[in-house]
């Protein structure tokens, strides 16, 4: 008798689409919305959904830091930061 094999899966389904959703570098939004790379990591570095990926800080040398943000997430906070200025009536 076979048993078959069920495997779980890696992702919540509703996070499945966005597993495959274009991820772009600092250098690459900064490109796109003519502002400085680090303006770009300040910006994102602590947005929810980007991934940062840090190696261990070590004494006497410096952080390694690499950030990929999503394309919905660069949506998200293009939108919000476009409004800010907006009157709200």
């Known amino acids: 008798m076979i048993k078959e094999c069920k ?3 890696t992702v919540a389904p509703d996070q499945e689409a966005r597993t495959l959703e274009r991820c772009y570098s600092p250098e690459q939004i900064a490109e796109i919305l003519s502002l400085s790379p680090d303006s770009v990591r ?3 570095e602590n947005e929810p959904g980007v991934l940062v990926v840090e190696r261990p800080r070590v004494y006497g040398k ?3 830091r690499t950030l990929r943000i999503p394309e919905s ?3 998200r906070v293009y939108y919000r930061l476009s409004l800010k200025g ?3 009536c």
């Open 7 to 9: 495997t779980l899966p």
């Open 42 to 44: 300040r910006i994102f």
């Open 62 to 64: 410096r952080r390694y």
């Open 73 to 75: 997430v660069a949506q």
């Open 86 to 88: 907006r009157p709200t």
